[in-house]
C-alpha cells in the first residue's frame, strides 16, 4: 500500500523559507517521480514541480526562482522549499506520485492527505 | 502553459441522473506518436486530496466505479458520470500532463439537485 506523509511547520514567517518533507512507505521512491502540488484556500490546483530519484527537477515557471526540490533516497523522503514567502504561498501543499511511462511523468496516482501552510507574522 | 477550461463551474443533478463536466485545452494534448491523449480526472472532495479517477483521458483507474468514464481527443474532453449517487458530491478537475508545467482545470463543483 503506497502511502504518503507531508510535514513541516504549519505557519512561517513572511520572506522566510517554508520547508516541507513527503515520507513515502509502501514503495521504493527509487520507482519513479514524485511531485508536489499546492492548493490556496477555497481555489484550484497548482502544479509546483517534480523530482526523479536520480535528483533531476522540473518546476513550474511561475514559482521556479525560489523553489528547489530534493531527493533523500536513503530516507525514502523528498521535499520542497519555497523561499521569500509571501500570504501568496498560503496554501495547503500536497506531495504525490508520478507514474512515467513513455520516459516521462504522467498522472498523480497516490496522493499525501495535504498540509496547510499559512504565511503570516 | 496550456490553459484547461471547465465547463459549467458548477452542477446540480438529481440522483440516478447523468453528469456531465466538459474541459477544454488551449493546446492539443493528443500526442501523435502513441495516439495517447494526456488527460487525467480528479475527484476531491471537502478536507480530502485528490483521487485519480481517470488517465489517458479514458482509461478508469483501478476501483473506480463503472458509472465513471471518459471521453474526447485533442483538446475537448468530458467526464461523465451516468448514474449520480450521494457519494459522487464533489469537486471534479481536469489535468493535462502533455508538458510542464502541468495544469489543472478551475475545477466543477457537482452537487446533488
Known amino acids: 500500500q503506497v502511502q504518503l506523509e507531508e510535514s513541516g511547520p504549519g505557519l512561517v514567517k513572511p520572506s522566510e523559507t517554508l520547508s516541507l518533507t513527503c515520507t513515502v512507505s509502501g514503495v521504493s521512491i527509487s520507482s519513479t517521480y514524485w511531485s508536489w502540488i499546492r492548493q490556496p484556500p477555497g481555489k484550484g490546483l497548482e502544479w509546483i514541480g517534480y523530482v526523479f530519484h536520480s535528483g533531476s527537477t522540473n518546476y513550474n515557471p511561475s514559482l521556479k526562482s525560489r523553489v528547489t526540490i530534493s531527493v533523500d533516497t536513503s530516507k525514502n523522503q523528498f521535499s520542497l522549499k519555497v523561499t521569500s514567502v509571501t500570504a501568496a504561498d498560503t496554501a495547503v501543499y500536497y506531495c504525490a506520485r508520478s507514474t512515467y511511462s513513455y520516459g516521462d511523468p504522467n498522472w498523480l496516482d497516490f496522493w499525501g492527505q495535504g498540509t496547510l501552510v499559512t504565511v503570516s507574522s | 502553459d496550456i490553459v484547461m477550461t471547465q465547463s459549467p463551474d458548477s452542477l446540480a443533478v438529481s440522483l440516478g441522473e447523468r453528469a456531465t463536466i466538459n474541459c477544454k485545452s488551449s493546446q492539443n494534448v493528443l500526442y501523435s506518436s502513441n495516439h495517447k491523449n494526456y488527460l487525467a480526472w480528479y475527484q476531491q472532495k471537502p478536507g480530502q486530496p485528490p483521487k485519480l479517477l481517470i488517465y489517458?483521458?479514458?482509461t478508469r483507474e483501478s476501483g473506480v466505479p463503472v458509472r465513471f468514464s471518459g471521453s474526447g481527443s485533442g483538446t475537448d474532453f468530458t467526464l461523465t458520470i451516468s448514474s449520480l449517487q450521494a457519494e459522487d458530491v464533489a469537486v471534479y478537475y481536469c489535468q493535462q500532463y502533455y508538458t510542464t508545467p502541468y495544469t489543472f482545470g478551475q475545477g466543477t463543483k457537482l452537487e446533488v439537485k
Open positions: 489517458w483521458a479514458s
